[in-house]
C-alpha cells in the first residue's frame, strides 16, 4: 500500500497517471528485492561454505581427536619405581610385578552379581564394590582389595569372565632384607612416597605411567576395525645411597641385642663418614617392615629418631666446649690444673660431680678423661656466654642440619640474653639444651675431622635405568670451619685418652686407636629431672689420628645400668668391630703397643664389694677398671659375682644381681 502512496495523492490533486508508469515501477521494485534475496542467499551459501572449509581443514583434526577420546578407554600401566640402591649397587628396595583389577563401568550390567563375586575374593564388601562399579568413570581401579594382588588371586578373577572387569599389569614396592634401613629408606602409599627417601625423591623415582587404549562405543563395547594403542611407562630413576648395607646390618644387629639385653624405651645409632658427612648407616628401635608398616604403630614409623628426637645430650657436649676452649687458647690440658671437691658453686646454686668426693686434684685432660662437671664448668666461665654460644651455633646446633630426610627437628637452645651463670655452667656439660642425634654427630665429625662442619646426607648418585649412566651425583656441602686442624688434633688426642684410660674404656679395640665420650642425661619427666630415667649414649671414633668413622649410638631408659660407658660403649664397640675390618681399615698392633702400650698391658685389680650399693653409687668404682652385666630389677645389688677381694684383669665383667633393698 505504502508503494502506492504517491500515485494516490497525485490523484487526489487532480494529477492523471497513467497505468503503464504504475507497471513499470512496480517491477523495478521487485527486481530490486530478488536481487537482495540472492546477494542474501549468496552470502549465506558462501558462510556456509567457508565454515565447511574451516571444520573440515583447520579444526577438523582436533574435532576428531576429540570424538575419538570421548570413545576411547584406557587401561593405566604404572611405571615401575625407581631402585634404591646402596653405595655398592646393593638393591634394598625396588618394584616387582604385582596385578591390579580395574573395573569398566559401563560394561559392567549386573553390579550386584558381580560385586557379589569379587567381594570374598578382594576382601572387599559387596556394597562398597557396588559403590565402586556405580561410578560415572570410564575405568575404576577396584581398590585397596583390587590393587597389587598375587599372580594367583589375577587368574581366579580371570576366570570368571566378568563382563567390565580386567586385570592390569601393575607394580610393587619390594624389600629383600626386610626391615632393614625402613627409616631411611621410608614408606610408599598409592600415590607415592609417604616418608623417607621414598618422600623426599618422589617425583624422580615414580617415573611415568604408560597405558593400553581402545576404542569404545558408549556401551562400553570395542568398536569394529579400531586397533589398541600402548604407550610405554617410564620407569623411575635408580637412587644410590650413601648407605653401605653390610655397615646397616652391624648398626640393627647391635642394637637388636641392646634392646634384648637392656629392654630400653628405643635406641638409636649412626654411623657416619666424618670427612664427608655421608650416611654409612642409620638405625632405631623399635622399627617397622616398609611394605607392611600398617602392623607398627604410627609414632614408630612416622617418626626418624636420629633425626627427630630431641634430648639432653649430657656429657657428650661437652666435645663442643673442649673444642672452644682449646681454639680460643683457654685451657692447656696437660700441663694446667684443676681441683675438683665434687662439686662448683654458681650464683648460689650447687653443681656436683658425678663422682662423690669429687676427683680432687687432676690435669684439664684427666678433666675430659674422667668427665669432671666441675672442671668443664670452668672452661664454660672462661670462654664467657656470647663466644661458648657462637662456638654452639657454629657447630650447627639450634637448628637443623638439612639432611635429605623428612621430619628433622631444631633442637633447642637458650636464648643469649635468657643465658645467666647457671645457665652457662649446666651448658658447658650438657644440661640444659636439646639436641638431636644428627646434630651430635655431625658436630662432633667437624671436632675430628680437622674442623669441616659437612652437610649430612644419605643420597648418593641418581642413575639412569638400563643404561646404568650416572646422571647426578650428590657432592660434599662444606657448610663452614669451625675450628682449626691444629685444635682438631687436640681433640682427638684427648678423646682417644678417654676411651684409653677415662670413662669410655668399654669401647676400646686391641689393635686400634678409638676415641670418644659418654654421655648419661636424665630425662625430663613432667617438667622436673627423673632420678631413675636417663637417656645414655656414647659417640666413638677411629682411627683416632685419622678417623674413617664416627658413631654415634643413644639408648633411651635402660633397665639396670644407665651409665653411657657400660651401656651404650658396648654397643658402639661392637659396630665399630666389624665395621673397621670391613672398610679395610687393619689392625696396628706394633703402633699401638708403641704409642699406648701402658693400656694394653692389661693391669690386675681387686674387685670391690658392691652388695648394698644402690645402682646410682655404682659409677665411680665401674667407670674405668670393670664392666657390669646386671640380671633382676630394682636399685640396689643383692649378690655379685666374683666376690669382692677377688683379684682380676682390668675391664672383667662382673655380674650383679638387683632387687629391692632388703629383698632376697
Known amino acids: 500500500m505504502g508503494l502506492f502512496y504517491p500515485f494516490r495523492a497525485m490523484r487526489r490533486q487532480g494529477v492523471p497517471v497513467r497505468r503503464e508508469s504504475l507497471k513499470k515501477i512496480s517491477q523495478v521494485t521487485v527486481r530490486r528485492r530478488l536481487f537482495i534475496v540472492l546477494i542474501g542467499i549468496v552470502i549465506g551459501f558462501a558462510a556456509l561454505l567457508f565454515r565447511l572449509g574451516y571444520v573440515q581443514l583447520w579444526i577438523g583434526g582436533e574435532l576428531s581427536a576429540k570424538a575419538e577420546d570421548s570413545w576411547r578407554r584406557q587401561i593405566?600401566?604404572?611405571?615401575?619405581?625407581?631402585?634404591?640402591?646402596?653405595?655398592?649397587?646393593?638393591?634394598?628396595?625396588?618394584?616387582i610385578s604385582s596385578p591390579t583389577v580395574y573395573a569398566i563401568p559401563v560394561q559392567v550390567k549386573d553390579k550386584a552379581g558381580t560385586a557379589e563375586k569379587l567381594a570374598p575374593l578382594l576382601g572387599m564388601t559387596q556394597e562398597k564394590l557396588v559403590t565402586l562399579l556405580s561410578k560415572k568413570e570410564m575405568n575404576v581401579?577396584?581398590?585397596?582389595?583390587?590393587?597389587?594382588?598375587?599372580?594367583?588371586?589375577?587368574?581366579?578373577?580371570?576366570?570368571?569372565?566378568?563382563?567390565?572387569?580386567?586385570?592390569?599389569?601393575?607394580?610393587?614396592?619390594?624389600?629383600?632384607?626386610?626391615?632393614?634401613?625402613?627409616?631411611?629408606?621410608?614408606?610408599?602409599?598409592?600415590?607415592?612416597?609417604?616418608?623417607?627417601?621414598?618422600?623426599?625423591?618422589?617425583?624422580?623415582?615414580?617415573?611415568?605411567?604408560?597405558?593400553?587404549?581402545?576404542?569404545?562405543?558408549?556401551?562400553?563395547?570395542?568398536?569394529?576395525?579400531?586397533?589398541?594403542?600402548?604407550?610405554?611407562?617410564?620407569?623411575?630413576?635408580?637412587?644410590?645411597?650413601?648407605?653401605?648395607?653390610?655397615?646397616?646390618?652391624?648398626?640393627?644387629?647391635?642394637?637388636?641385642?641392646?634392646?634384648?639385653?637392656?629392654?630400653?624405651?628405643?635406641?638409636?645409632?649412626?654411623?657416619?663418614?666424618?670427612n664427608t658427612g655421608e650416611i654409612l648407616g642409620m638405625a632405631s628401635r623399635p622399627t617397622f617392615q616398609p611394605d607392611k608398616y600398617q602392623e607398627a604403630k604410627p609414632e614408630v614409623y612416622n617418626r626418624n629418631l636420629p633425626i627427630w628426637m630431641t634430648y639432653e645430650p649430657g656429657s657428650t657436649f661437652k666435645i663442643i666446649t673442649l673444642s672452644a676452649a682449646l681454639q680460643e687458647g683457654k685451657v692447656d690440658l696437660k700441663n694446667e690444673h684443676f681441683y675438683d671437691p665434687g662439686y662448683i658453686d654458681v650464683a648460689g646454686a650447687k653443681l656436683r660431680c658425678w663422682k662423690k668426693g669429687g676427683h680432687g686434684s687432676q690435669s684439664f685432660l684427666e678433666v675430659v678423661e674422667n668427665s669432671c662437671n666441675p672442671g668443664f664448668v670452668t672452661l664454660g666461665q672462661r670462654l664467657g656466654k656470647e663466644k661458648l654460644f657462637e662456638y654452639i651455633k657454629n657447630f650447627g646446633f639450634g637448628k637443623r642440619t638439612g639432611i635429605d630426610l623428612g621430619g628433622e627437628e631444631n633442637g633447642i637452645l637458650f636464648k643469649l640474653n635468657q643465658v645467666g651463670p647457671v645457665e652457662l655452667a649446666t651448658t658447658s656439660f650438657g644440661q640444659g639444651v636439646s639436641v638431636t642425634p644428627i646434630q651430635q654427630i655431625t658436630a662432633v665429625a667437624a671436632a675430628i675431622n680437622g674442623g669441616k662442619l659437612y652437610k649430612p646426607h644419605v643420597a648418593k648418585d641418581w642413575i639412569q635405568p638400563g643404561t646404568n649412566k650416572v646422571l647426578e651425583e650428590v657432592q660434599p656441602e662444606l657448610v663452614r670451619q669451625v675450628i682449626s686442624p691444629e685444635t682438631s688434633k687436640k681433640v682427638r688426642e684427648a678423646l682417644e685418652s678417654v676411651v684409653a684410660q677415662g670413662t669410655g674404656g668399654p669401647a676400646f679395640l686391641d689393635g686400634y686407636r678409638v676415641g670418644g665420650k659418654t654421655g648419661t642425661a636424665q630425662k625430663v619427666v613432667n617438667g622436673r629431672y627423673s632420678p631413675n630415667e636417663h637417656i645414655v649414649s656414647f659417640i666413638g671414633f677411629a682411627p683416632a689420628d685419622d678417623p674413617k668413622l664416627v658413631v654415634y649410638v643413644a639408648i633411651d631408659n635402660p633397665q639396670g645400668i644407665q651409665f653411657g660407658g657400660l651401656v651404650a660403649a658396648p654397643v658402639v664397640k661392637g659396630i665399630m668391630a666389624d665395621a673397621l675390618p670391613y672398610l679395610g681399615i687393619e689392625p696396628r698392633k706394633e703402633q699401638i703397643e708403641k704409642e699406648i702400650k701402658p693400656y694394653i698391658d692389661t693391669p690386675i685389680v681387686t674387685v670391690p664389694n658392691l652388695v648394698g650399693k644402690t645402682v646410682s653409687d655404682l659409677y665411680e668404682d665401674m667407670n674405668t677398671n670393670f664392666r657390669l652385666s646386671s640380671s633382676g630389677k630394682g636399685q640396689t645389688v643383692l649378690r655379685q659375682a666374683p666376690a669382692a677381694g677377688a683379684r682380676v684383669e682390668k675391664g672383667s665383667v662382673i655380674r650383679i644381681y638387683l632387687g629391692a633393698e632388703g629383698g632376697d
Open 76 to 95: 593405566v600401566y604404572e611405571a615401575k619405581r625407581g631402585e634404591i640402591v646402596d653405595r655398592n649397587g646393593v638393591r634394598l628396595a625396588y618394584d
Open 141 to 274: 581401579r577396584l581398590a585397596p582389595g583390587g590393587r597389587k594382588i598375587t599372580t594367583e588371586l589375577a587368574k581366579q578373577i580371570n576366570a570368571l569372565n566378568l563382563p567390565g572387569i580386567e586385570v592390569a599389569e601393575d607394580s610393587k614396592r619390594y624389600y629383600p632384607f626386610g626391615p632393614l634401613a625402613s627409616s631411611i629408606l621410608g614408606i610408599t602409599g598409592y600415590d607415592g612416597g609417604l616418608t623417607g627417601v621414598e618422600s623426599k625423591y618422589d617425583s624422580l623415582l615414580k617415573g611415568l605411567d604408560g597405558n593400553i587404549s581402545y576404542l569404545a562405543d558408549a556401551a562400553g563395547r570395542g568398536m569394529p576395525g579400531s586397533s589398541e594403542k600402548y604407550q610405554a611407562p617410564k620407569d623411575g630413576l635408580t637412587l644410590q645411597l650413601t648407605i653401605d648395607q653390610p655397615i646397616q646390618q652391624m648398626i640393627e644387629r647391635e642394637l637388636d641385642q641392646a634392646m634384648l639385653k637392656y629392654q630400653p624405651n628405643s635406641a638409636l645409632a649412626i654411623a657416619m663418614d666424618p
